[in-house]
């Protein structure tokens, strides 16, 4: 699948659910509190890919696994987004390189809430 595998985990706290709002004719914005999830996720991501390779090109496959702080019903559809902007930079230049992508909601974890990210470049095998 890839030529080596890494992985990046996240704390529940720094998950926002893409907020974008629209302002009429002038397109969307992002807010307050989305840009500061991103920016914490993309300071995390980055204290624990040290020495690790950026993919600057090519694909990359990525898998999240959550551990949910409780039982309530969420849609972690609308977390990847935040998730995906926050790596730019880190694990690829743009998030548009990643071409296989699976999520699963393994649990809960009521001391840890995170997502546990694995990813990798994805190869032609």
């Not at 743009?94 to 190869?123: A, F």
Request: one cysteine or more.
């Amino acid at each position: 699948m890839s030529e080596a595998e890494y992985q990046i985990v996240l704390p529940w706290d720094g998950l926002v659910p893409d907020n974008r709002r629209f302002m009429g004719g002038r397109g969307h914005i992002l807010t307050k509190r989305y840009r500061a999830g991103k920016e914490l996720c993309h300071t995390l991501a980055m204290t624990q890919v040290r020495d690790r390779p950026t993919y600057p090109e090519g694909p990359v496959w990525m898998r999240l696994d959550f551990h949910m702080p409780d039982r309530r019903r969420r849609d972690p559809n609308n977390l990847l987004k935040g998730i995906a902007d926050a790596l730019e930079g880190v694990v690829y230049t743009d998030d548009k390189q990643i071409t296989k992508l699976s999520w699963e909601n393994v649990g809960v974890d009521r001391k840890h809430p995170r997502v546990e990210i694995s990813y990798g470049k994805h190869g032609d095998d």
